[in-house]
């Protein structure tokens, strides 16, 4: 135990060394667990990235411009991507080209004032306004590699303004396949099948590497062979959030049961999140964990009536099947209109999911329309008749609520539930509609490991960054707060992802 | 005699149901020796050569992913799966999420049932994969 602990194999380590020896442990040292002059490294790299969504793509890329030689990034799935190339493709920008084209007057305060409102108190307002003032190099970014945007705006739920950006496949898989291709252009190693397991320090605390288990098959029960990397540079973590542990969510949050689908796929488990906090990072909002208003309880994942839900809230109204009546504003921020639907119960107190009613004529603007009524997860009805009918609605309060809400379209102003109209301007509630039904599913996690504006991991031993180590992205915790507003995940992890590259490339 | 002509007349026409069967069902996993297989791929079964996809003659590890290209070509594959228009990204070989770059074992078993990687969100239909 000469060498303060370090160790190569720290779990064996720990596991043999007994109390004692733990105790003997409990100093700052106890971070650094793996120590550089045990280690046969197996591979060397300048740049090593973990995760292969919107962050660390986007930091391999940056990386590259700024002249790294050598830049790796490892995925621990057979494919690229992560819960980024299963998002819906929305990404807010303040003073963006569309928004200079159709006069709409924003700033990145006037953004980060959302964001903040959102949070509820808690958010970080330093790392929001940073990522909102560089988001349009993230756009760029974007564009240069070939993405393609709907030539419009949206204003998505607690946005002031329309700044949201939507890729025309209506997906993340629409930034993620071109900067798949932008890395293989640049000559970025790009590696599945190999699974992070943990940091490999120095003798001084920093972290010079990672253990990496190549040829990992997920969920085959083939962990991989150990190699350690190692990271002339840092070690980027860019691994996204857990919102498919269900022991590590359930831990935060009692209510997030296995009977709480998500949206993420199988592989948001958190692993390396948890390794960051046991080398000593801070753990920020892990409780803040979000489900998506706009999810439906007909289909599995994000689904096709996410992005429906999405683009048509702001001129359709949701009822309560029980009543016939609305029950929330339809653009709110997400954690008020999850809470709003999750209070919506039929007598035994079961889920009772409330609809979503569209005129046919506004729905049909979005492609997704097409898809939810081809794959049966919504309904076209020509009259309110059948519609009252086919969901058991009380019809004469439905048909009131509705003549009701036509006059807030008419007069701009809410007075059921303070909605911002202006999207909503000229759309009447009128025959033919289309239907879907709403549910929430786990869909981000706001909290994470703390970083600093800079991309560097804080150490909670000294307040101060860990050498060599970085993170952004849905792993990190503390810049949403409470509650991230739609289409600012995209920004926060592809700048957060440039800046982590940026300062790599300084260190 | 007549029974056991009956029961013969009955059993090849048993077995030309149950193999009809299956061909609709889409399975073609059979049986090779101690291990199961694809009926397309006998000649490999039958030629004991493991090792035409897997990197050592003594099977230990999955083969190589995208090993199947060594046989099969990758555009045709595409080419093969392509849909109309508006479900253009539906195209298992070439598809929204992850382009062309799902290996084959992710939605093909060689030796064992399975199931398209997609069917855990969406329910599109695959007339020709076999399960």
């Given at each position: 135990m000469e060498k303060k602990g370090y160790q190569a194999d720290r779990r064996k380590f720990l596991a043999g060394m007994g109390m004692v020896g733990a105790a003997a442990l409990a100093a700052p040292a106890l971070n650094a667990v793996a120590g550089e002059s045990d280690v046969k490294w197996g591979e060397e790299h300048e740049v090593v990235i973990i995760g292969s969504g919107f962050t660390g793509l986007a930091a391999a890329i940056e990386a590259k411009k700024l002249g790294a030689k050598d830049v790796v990034v490892y995925d621990k799935m057979p494919y690229f991507g992560g819960n980024s190339t299963f998002n819906g493709g929305l990404f807010a920008v303040p003073n963006s080209p569309l928004q200079k084209?159709?006069?709409?007057?924003?700033?990145?305060?006037?953004?980060?004032?959302?964001?903040?409102?959102?949070?509820?108190?808690?958010?970080?307002?330093?790392?929001?306004l940073h990522v909102a003032k560089h988001a349009n190099e993230a756009l760029e970014m974007t564009l240069e590699a070939g993405s393609e945007y709907f030539p419009y705006l949206q204003q998505l739920g607690g946005h002031s303004v329309p700044r949201t950006y939507q890729t025309t496949v209506a997906s993340g898989a629409g930034i993620i396949q071109p900067l798949v291709k932008q890395c293989q252009k640049l000559g970025v190693k790009l590696v599945t099948r190999a699974k992070f397991d943990s940091l490999i320090f120095d003798d001084n605390g920093t972290v010079v590497g990672a253990?990496?288990?190549?040829?990992?098959?997920?969920?085959?029960?083939?962990?991989?062979?150990?190699?350690?990397?190692?990271?002339?540079?840092?070690?980027?973590?860019?691994?996204?959030?857990?919102?498919?542990?269900?022991?590590?969510?359930?831990?935060?949050?009692?209510?997030?049961?296995?009977?709480?689908?998500?949206?993420?796929?199988?592989?948001?488990?958190?692993?390396?999140?948890?390794e960051m906090f046991r080398v000593g990072a801070v753990p920020v909002h892990m409780a803040h964990i979000q489900t998506g208003p706009w999810a439906s309880p007909d289909e599995d994942g994000f689904g096709y009536v996410s992005n429906y839900s999405i683009y048509n809230f702001a001129h359709s109204l949701s009822v309560y099947i029980k009543t016939g009546r609305r029950f929330m504003n339809e653009i709110a921020d997400r954690k008020t209109r999850s809470d709003a639907q999750l209070a919506c119960r039929d007598d035994d107190g079961k889920p009772l999911p409330p609809i979503t009613i569209?005129?046919?004529?506004?729905?049909?603007?979005?492609?997704?329309?097409?898809?939810?009524?081809?794959?049966g997860v919504g309904w076209k009805f020509d009259t309110l008749e059948e519609l009252a009918d086919h969901f058991k609605v009380p019809l004469e309060p439905l048909k009131a609520q509705i003549e009701e809400y036509n006059g807030y379209v008419k007069s701009g102003v809410d007075e059921q539930f303070g909605k911002p109209m202006g999207k909503a301007k000229g759309k009447y509630i009128q025959a033919p509609f289309v239907v879907v039904r709403n549910w929430p599913k786990v869909h981000y996690c706001q909290g994470g490991a703390q970083i600093d504006v800079q991309a560097r991991v804080i150490d909670s031993n000294t307040w101060k960054p860990i050498p060599g180590l970085y993170a952004g992205g849905e792993v990190t915790g503390g810049m949403h707060g409470v509650s991230r507003l739609g289409s600012c995940s995209i920004p926060d992890c592809m700048v957060m992802g440039m800046t982590a590259a940026r300062t790599m490339m300084k260190s | 005699m007549k029974t056991q002509l009956i029961s013969k007349v009955f059993l090849v026409a048993a077995v030309a149901v149950f193999v009809a069967g299956m061909s609709f069902a889409g399975e073609t996993l059979q049986q090779f020796g101690d291990t199961k297989g694809r009926s397309y791929h006998a000649d490999l079964y039958d030629g004991e050569s493991c090792s035409s996809c897997h990197d050592d003659s003594q099977p230990s590890k999955f083969p190589a992913d995208f090993s199947c290209l060594d046989c099969h070509d990758a555009d045709e594959l595409v080419q093969a799966t392509s849909r109309p228009d508006d479900e253009k990204w539906q195209n298992p070989h070439n598809n929204l999420h992850y382009g062309k770059e799902v290996p084959c074992m992710e939605c093909h078993g060689e030796h064992q049932e399975s199931k398209p990687l997609c069917a855990g969100c969406h329910s599109f239909e695959y007339p020709n994969y076999k399960k």
């Open positions: 084209e159709k006069g709409v007057k924003d700033s990145p305060e006037i953004m980060t004032a959302d964001q903040v409102k959102a949070g509820r108190g808690v958010a970080y307002e330093e790392l929001l253990k990496i288990m190549m040829g990992h098959y997920f969920g085959r029960g083939v962990e991989g062979t150990a190699v350690n990397v190692r990271a002339r540079r840092g070690v980027l973590i860019a691994t996204g959030g857990f919102a498919r542990n269900v022991e590590l969510r359930k831990a935060q949050d009692p209510t997030l049961t296995e009977e709480v689908p998500s949206t993420n796929p199988a592989s948001a488990t958190g692993e390396a999140l948890l569209t005129s046919y004529e506004h729905a049909k603007e979005h492609p997704t329309m097409k898809k939810v009524l081809k794959y | -």
